[in-house]
């Protein structure tokens, strides 16, 4: 993993390093830096490892999640604030079966910080509904349930909404 301003750096070496290909008249090798410069900029504003942790979350592989999550020592450091929210979301989805008061910390620490999707938003609302909810605080509960429904526009977390009010019900 490269430092968050070494990757900037390079790709201001690698674009000036284009510009003298296109003088020198090899079009083809500018072109071809200038999309390594690219690849540069787009590892500055998604982080590989960041990548590589979703990725592993995706085939549900927490263990997998949580080796490339280890290998971020100092987020602060290393990441772009997006970057560290979503750092940050992750560690508490890791933590949410085994630590739910580590995990309620760092979901608010993340929205604090700023997720930038509506989706991510509202599922970091409903495991937060879900945390106040079996620590017995049903108004926070109903109130981040609220929200986590109007903030899931393509009705992706629909059935956990509803079953979360079911058993809110119950209580």
């Known amino acids: 993993m490269f430092h968050k301003y070494l990757k900037l750096v390079l790709a201001a070496g690698v674009t000036v390093l284009a510009v003298l290909q296109f003088i020198d008249e090899n079009i ?87 997720l930038r999707m509506n989706h991510d938003i509202a599922m970091a609302k409903l495991n937060l509904a879900g945390i106040a909810m079996s620590k017995r605080r049903k108004r926070e509960a109903t109130t981040l349930l609220n929200e986590a429904k109007k903030l899931d526009k393509h009705g992706m977390l629909t059935d956990q909404i509803k079953m979360m009010k079911d058993q809110m019900k119950r209580m």
């Open 28 to 114: 083809g090798n500018g072109i071809l830096l200038l999309l390594l410069a690219g690849i540069f900029v787009f590892l500055y504003f998604k982080n590989e490892i960041l990548l590589l942790a979703f990725l592993q979350m995706r085939k549900q592989n927490m263990e997998g999640t949580a080796k490339w999550l280890d290998k971020i020592k100092k987020p602060e450091m290393a990441l772009i604030t997006s970057q560290q929210a979503y750092f940050y979301y992750l560690q508490a989805i890791l933590l949410a079966q085994k630590n739910m008061t580590q995990s309620e910390k760092l979901f608010k620490k993340a929205l604090g910080i700023g």
